[in-house]
Antibody, heavy 120, light 106 residues
Framework: QITLKESGPTLVKPTQTLTLTCFFSGFSLSTSQMGVGWVRQPPGKALEWLALIFWDDDKRYSPSLKSRLTITKDTSKNQVVLKMTNMDPVDSGTYYC????????????WGQGTLVTVSS | IVMTQPPATLSVSPGERATLSCRASQSISSNLAWYQQKPGQAPRLLIYGASTRATGIPARFSGSGSGTEFTLSINSLQSEDFAVYYCQQYNNWPLTFGPGTKVDIK
């Protein structure tokens, strides 16, 4: 059974850096074709893809946020970390990590999400 | 690639069939996924490859289309199917989602 869970601060101040950790189980990011991505959702709005890291350490970012994002993995700990710099109130929303299992770049399993509010 | 999902809201009676639309601004072959999201929950993958149901997804959900026009059909709508549905393309980077269609009770 695959599970993912996001962890991080619920409140960050404008200009601060957000660090989110995705803890997962049931698969290994060292296995070919595996990937973990991040998707966010402002309150009442649509889903927005942020970043994705693959088993071979290939990393992809949303172009509109690329300068602010860093995604890394720790395969031995089954963790993926997303850092987003220079946070702004418009970055408030629920942040999800999700599992890409191969065959397509869709997200087969999702974490429950973590709500992040950006406010001074 | 910009994804659109008209209409924003679709009102359907329980037991009826719902037909949801997703359009891509350029051809994405069959590289399309559909997700269902209920209030307060994470999205759930329904369909990938435009027409392949994910594990555990009931047969009343079906996907079709290729190129720029796609459809998600839900036969005999159940109470648990009233939700927001998103399409997502993965033919090109960046991955992009549509704005969603809310299926509500008529």
């Amino acid at each position: 059974q695959i599970t993912l869970k996001e962890s991080g601060p619920t409140l960050v101040k404008p200009t601060q850096t957000l660090t989110l950790t995705c803890f997962f189980s049931g698969f290994s990011l060292s296995t070919s074709q595996m990937g973990v991505g991040w998707v966010r959702q402002p309150p009442g709005k649509a889903l927005e893809w942020l970043a994705l890291i693959f088993w071979d350490d290939d990393k992809r970012y949303s172009p509109s946020l690329k300068s602010r994002l860093t995604i890394t993995k720790d395969t031995s700990k089954n963790q993926v970390v997303l850092k987003m710099t220079n946070m702004d109130p418009v970055d408030s929303g629920t942040y999800y990590c999700a599992h890409r299992r191969g065959g397509s770049i869709s997200f087969y399993s999702w974490g429950q999400g973590t709500l992040v509010t950006v406010s001074s | 690639i910009v994804m659109t999902q008209p209409p924003a809201t679709l009102s359907v009676s329980p037991g009826e069939r719902a037909t949801l639309s997703c359009r891509a601004s350029q051809s994405i072959s069959s590289n399309l996924a559909w997700y269902q999201q209920k209030p307060g929950q994470a999205p759930r993958l329904l369909i990938y490859g435009a027409s392949t149901r994910a594990t555990g997804i009931p047969a009343r959900f079906s996907g079709s289309g290729s190129g720029t026009e796609f459809t998600l059909s839900i036969n005999s709508l159940q109470s648990e199917d009233f939700a927001v549905y998103y399409c997502q393309q993965y033919n090109n980077w960046p991955l992009t989602f549509g704005p969603g269609t809310k299926v509500d009770i008529k």
